[in-house]
């Protein structure tokens, strides 16, 4: 089955600064890649996801790559505000139609943002 | 959003003893998933349900155990309850079976003792 690994798991940036989050998985045939925010003690929220035909996908100040080849993904946060402060997770799945793959999660970061 | 509800809230039980959890769907939305959130840890795919019958499973033991109804809601059950299984159990829902887009509920958080 699919392994996706995380790191850091803990992350700590100056407000303004960037954040980078980097996934990698094991399974090639996996072709969804989205991140979760999770808020202490409130359900996860997608904020971007990406699938395995495109290299990059940008939402205002969230931007994720994907590289297919090395099986490894990132999440990219500018100019970031202290409502950033939360746990992210980056999941993938086979979408392959019909399929019913469940995410496969890794096991997060606590971005940190500091004043 | 007017979005994936889950009940109840909170719940506490003792080993051996069986607990149902509740999930309705985003309207419109046909597919369920449930996940199991470990605390410090990311969500564990437990099920996927479609039109009222399993889609996917992940690595449970046969305890575990869910069901869909005609209104899309679903119900996941856990027999003979363990210290492991507590754990903020999350619902998510999605348009259609092999959709990629997941919608999370607020979770049920099951405390055994």
């Known amino acids: 089955g699919e392994n996706v690994e995380q790191h850091p798991s803990t992350l700590s940036v100056q407000e303004g600064d960037s954040a980078v989050i980097k996934c990698t998985y094991s399974d090639s045939a996996s072709n969804y890649f989205p991140w979760y925010k999770q808020e202490l003690g409130k359900r996860p929220q997608l904020i971007i996801d990406i699938r395995s035909n495109v290299g990059e996908k940008k939402d205002q100040r969230i931007a994720v790559t994907l590289n297919k080849t090395a099986k490894h993904f990132s999440l990219h946060i500018t100019e970031t505000q202290p409502e950033d402060s939360a746990v992210y997770f980056c999941?993938?799945?086979?979408?392959?139609?019909?399929?019913?793959?469940?995410?496969?999660f890794g096991k997060g970061t606590h971005l940190i943002i500091q004043p | 959003d007017a979005g994936v509800t889950q009940s109840p809230t909170h719940l506490i039980k003792t080993r051996g003893q069986h607990v149902t959890l509740r999930c309705s769907p985003i309207s419109g939305h046909k597919s369920v998933s449930w996940y199991q959130q470990v605390l410090g840890q990311g969500p564990q795919f437990i099920f996927q349900?479609?039109?009222?019958?399993?889609?996917g499973r992940g690595n449970f033991p046969d305890r575990f155990s869910a069901r869909q109804f005609p209104n899309y809601s679903s119900e996941l059950n856990v027999n003979a309850l363990l210290l492991g299984d507590s754990a903020l159990y999350l619902c998510?829902?999605?348009?259609?079976?092999?959709?990629?887009?997941?919608?999370f509920g607020p979770g049920t958080r099951l405390t055994v003792l």
């Open positions: 998510a829902s999605s348009p259609e079976v092999g959709t990629d887009t997941q919608y």
């Open positions: 349900y479609y039109e009222k019958e399993e889609r």
């Open positions: 999941a993938a799945s086979e979408r392959s139609g019909g399929g019913a793959d469940g995410l496969t």
